[in-house]
């Protein structure tokens, strides 16, 4: 079964600074997606990034980054320039290529506050 | 534009009572729809999806069912609410299964079972 792990309860950043939140996961997939997904405290879950583990660069949005080390099954989300608008939870997800995709794995999530 | 609906926002229910929370979906035709529950300091968990009318998976077995009557409504329901069915509920949504495609989230429903 896949599980995706995420080690950082709770994080802080200084607005203007960097974070990055960490994510391993285990599968025996070869080919899979991953995500991030942020959760703000209006609680709407909104996708920041998403990557192909087929693909070996990685995915970038604005500020936004990740750190996709396939053989040690992690990958993790810089974020650049924080903003007060970052806070939020955000939670690590995976879910197999193929046909059958359809199941997001979820991770616990890290709860991330911006000090102004 | 899509959008994506759910009430009651908030729900406060006695315990062995019933439930139904609802999820419609706008402008988009055959969306794959799925309802989660996140619970206090975990994850999301994935209870249902549906790929079309009538058909519903269920991924965990437990007190819930639901129920897709039409295209783009989506329901969950319960004949006798537990205390551990207590939690955020989150409908959500995407265009085919295949992995890549983004699951679009509605703003969830708070459910407290007394």
């Known amino acids: 079964a896949q599980t995706v792990t995420q080690s950082q309860p709770e994080m802080s950043v200084q607005e203007a600074e960097t974070v990055t939140l960490s994510c391993t996961y285990d599968?025996?997939?070869?080919?899979?997606?991953l995500f991030w997904y942020k959760q703000p405290p209006s609680r709407q879950m909104i996708l920041v990034i998403r990557?192909?583990?087929?693909?070996?660069q990685n995915a970038t949005e604005n500020r936004f980054s990740v750190n996709f080390q396939k053989a040690a099954k992690s990958f993790s989300l810089k974020i650049s320039d924080s903003q007060l608008g970052d806070a939020a939870m955000y939670f690590c997800?995976?879910?197999?290529?193929?046909?059958?995709?359809?199941?997001?794995?979820f991770g616990k999530g890290t709860k991330l506050s911006v000090i102004p | 534009s899509q959008t994506i609906h759910q009430w009651p926002a908030t729900l406060v229910q006695p315990v062995g009572s019933p439930l139904s929370l609802e999820c419609t979906v706008e402008?988009?035709?055959?969306?794959?729809l799925y309802w989660y529950r996140q619970a206090a300091g975990r994850g999301l968990q994935l209870l249902f999806y549906?790929?079309?009318?009538?058909?519903i998976s269920s991924e965990v077995p437990q007190n819930l069912s639901a129920s897709r009557p039409q295209d783009r409504q989506f329901i969950l329901s319960s004949k006798k609410l537990l205390l551990s069915d207590s939690g955020f509920y989150l409908c959500?949504?995407?265009?085919?299964?295949?992995?890549?495609?983004?699951?679009?989230f509605g703003p969830g429903t708070r459910l407290t079972v007394l």
């Open positions: 959500a949504w995407s265009v085919g299964l295949a992995g890549y495609n983004e699951q679009f």
């Open positions: 599968t025996s997939e070869s080919d899979y997606y």
């Open positions: 990557q192909e583990a087929y693909k070996q």
């Open positions: 997800a995976y879910t197999p290529v193929g046909a059958g995709s359809y199941q997001l794995t």
């Open positions: 402008g988009t035709s055959n969306p794959n």
């Open positions: 549906s790929v079309g009318i009538g058909q």
